[in-house]
């Protein structure tokens, strides 16, 4: 089980961190990712990093201003959200796949980020 934590109402230019923490599951078994939805779109990817935190992927829009990042310790997964934009508001959902997988099985509940301008 995923469960995520840490949208919220913030201003443009603003910051967030989203926090998905494992229950159940060893977090280093899995690949993690971000991905968001915006009202009346479909689901996109936002970024991913590998079971160890060695490799991490970014969508164009995001790169440079968020960054993904895991404590396998603590099993949890982050997202840093910084220099935040209208167009980031959306709903966000961590996401695990299993190592050398290509779909992610496990899915977080949706937590809501909203960018006011």
């Known amino acids: 089980q995923l469960q995520a934590s840490g949208g919220g109402l913030v201003q443009t230019g603003g910051s967030l961190t989203h926090s998905c923490v494992a229950s159940?599951?060893?977090?280093?078994?899995?690949?993690m990712g971000w991905f968001r939805q915006a009202p009346g779109k479909e689901r996109d990817f936002v970024a991913s990093?590998?079971?160890?935190?060695?490799?991490?992927r970014y969508a164009d829009s995001v790169r440079g201003r968020f960054t993904i990042s895991r404590d396998n310790y603590r099993n949890t997964l982050y997202l840093q959200m910084n220099s935040l934009k209208p167009e980031d508001t959306a709903l966000y959902f961590c996401?695990?796949?299993?190592?050398?997988?290509?779909?992610?099985?496990?899915w977080g509940q949706g937590t809501q980020v909203t960018v006011s301008s």
């Open positions: 990093i590998t079971w160890s935190g060695g490799t991490s």
């Open positions: 996401a695990a796949r299993s190592r050398g997988t290509v779909m992610y099985n496990y």
């Open positions: 159940g599951r060893t977090l280093s078994s899995f690949d």
